[in-house]
């Protein structure tokens, strides 16, 4: 197994695991009961997808139990987005539908990989993942279309998210040594460029963003009007969801949202020796 590969799966894997957890949190707490159940399913999806890349990159003395909980919470390699406190139903959301098309966008790109172990665990990924895309579209749709008030929380909540949304796309470390092995397909560079058109699209669609087509365009932050209808408020973006430029959650460098979720998530198997998953 080439240094390369296990970088790669490893952030692969903490995306979802990271993110799994947070939707976790909603559970008995979601908008109303069919949300909570949905939600509690959507993460056990994530957490479980988390597994099984895991276990592509198992041994040499580490196990799935231990890359996933015995891990310092500065050797974590998922993207900052998925660490953020659920804070509200309308960022949760906002942030379910960027990172399920994302990791859409990234794993029908892996498809193609020569590795035949990873081709087949995204595919079957994909075909579960599908029902976390329905999900999110559904209640994107629902409350972009709906009161004005759960319109402009909306609008507010996805220039949040939308600003980190980036750094899913941030290259993995050694990226370029798993693009010359030949077994990732295609550059995470190239991916962003299509999840941002994507995503361009899709709000213009649904009446977000003040999108121009442009591939720079970002969708604006939006106040009701009294008409009802959204406009650009002061405090719209202005530029592509950005990544940081001197290494962000890809090369371990995180906030304190995950200092703080990893004692949480890390406790039970760091004080009893010998716990499994």
Known sequence: ???AFEAVVTALADDELILGHRH????????HIEEDVAFASIAQDEI????SYYSLIAGAGHDVDALALGRPADAYRNAVICERPNTDWAFTLARHWLYDHA???????LEQTSEPKLRQLV???RREERYHLLHADYWMKRVAQGPVEARSRIASAMASAFAEAGGLFEPFELEQE????GWLPVASPV???RFLEWATSALDELGLPGATGREETAPSEFVASSSGDLIAGEGS??????????????????TDDLRELWIAMTTQYRENEGATW
Do not use: N
């Open 191 to 193: 991916l962003r460029t």
């Open 237 to 254: 973006l202005a530029k592509e969801p950005a990544v940081v430029a001197e290494g962000g959650g890809r090369r371990g460098r995180h």
């Open 123 to 125: 595919t079957k990924i």
């Open 1 to 3: 197994m080439s240094r």
């Open 48 to 51: 479980g997808h988390a597994s």
């Open 103 to 109: 990791d859409d966008i990234r794993s029908q790109a």
């Open 24 to 31: 976790s949190e909603w559970t008995g707490y979601a908008p």
């Open 178 to 181: 798993a693009l010359e092995e």
